[in-house]
């Protein structure tokens, strides 16, 4: 069967403020169309659905129709609830989901719950454990609506982790296509630099081991790299399919494509999304700027390497209408290592303009209108 593997949305994310539905539209209308391009069986959506617990409706509006979409393809299509995404809303969708033939998990319900099961048009029969994104202080309650009774005192959310997966496995049997789901992070994994780090964490990372040989396929999200995953069975994050933010811009967005058989290792290829808007960063004086050729499609973040000045950040802003992020380059900041200069007998004029310097902030205007300023104020409090 060849099953496409997607992750971490987002939908409905923004970048400094910036609206990006429009792009994240282009994007999931290519994914549709590689989808209908590879006649994929099955859609696996690995979390992280929505940016906030809290989407705008038109997000809302933009996922469903994703999603429809997809199904539309004649896959079927498997989606669960990630860190970012409040599990208990999404199920509020699954009425709707089950009637547009959609297999919809956003919270913990019992083992027999996540797991879905299937058969492909040409007869392959499978397997796919479902477990959406797992709080460390709900990893106790899942085991008990799992029935694994108690794990002692002294487990930690690996440990819970581990008895979960071996309960939503243990069913796997040699002559299906085995698959699992989740939302986690897998000791190995690299951050990609826009994910929430308090759900990165090592308190939050299980190792590869948790999952059996038996397990066919292991689709991933969480982590917004695609890479693989060394475990005892083939193990992967499919990566976002547009850049969160700065940290991400080296990352080419795609989906995986994964061609997959009872008892035959699965192939993976990657199918980049070239509709998602690259991030990218330049730097250097306001003459080297004038002379960069950024992707004229691109968000920019842009560092300039000369001491700010008032009107600087506008004429940035006018060579780079798509700056979304204008600073002065931490080079020309003063080292705070430096002892700084003694403060007492220091005329609060002088202290401002250390101030500036101390920040790369030489501008003589600045200083001027300070000092105006300061002179005006101490006019005032005497008339009063």
Known sequence: MRILHTSDWHV????????????????????????????????????????TASPSSEAQKLLTAALSALRRTGAEVVVIAGNHDNGKALDALREWAHAAGIHLRGSLGKAADHLITGETAGGERWKCAALPFIAQRHAVRAAELFELGAAGAEANYADHLRRLVAALTQDFGADTVNLFTGHLTVVGGRVGGGEREVHTVADYAVPAAIFPPTTSYVALGHLHKGQAITGPCPIRYSGAPLAVDFGEEDHTPGVAIVEVSPGIPAKVRTVPLTEAVPLQTVRGSLEQLAKAEPDERAWLRVFVTEPARAGLRAEVADLFPRAVQIHIDPVMRVDRTEPRERRSGRSPGELFGAYLSENGHDDPAVAKLFSQLYEDTQTVAEEA
């Open 12 to 51: 409905g994310v923004t970048l400094k403020g910036r609206p990006r539905l429009d792009e994240q539209r282009a994007v999931f209308k290519q994914i549709v169309d590689v989808a209908k391009a590879e006649a994929v069986d099955l859609v696996i959506v690995a979390g992280d659905l929505f940016d």
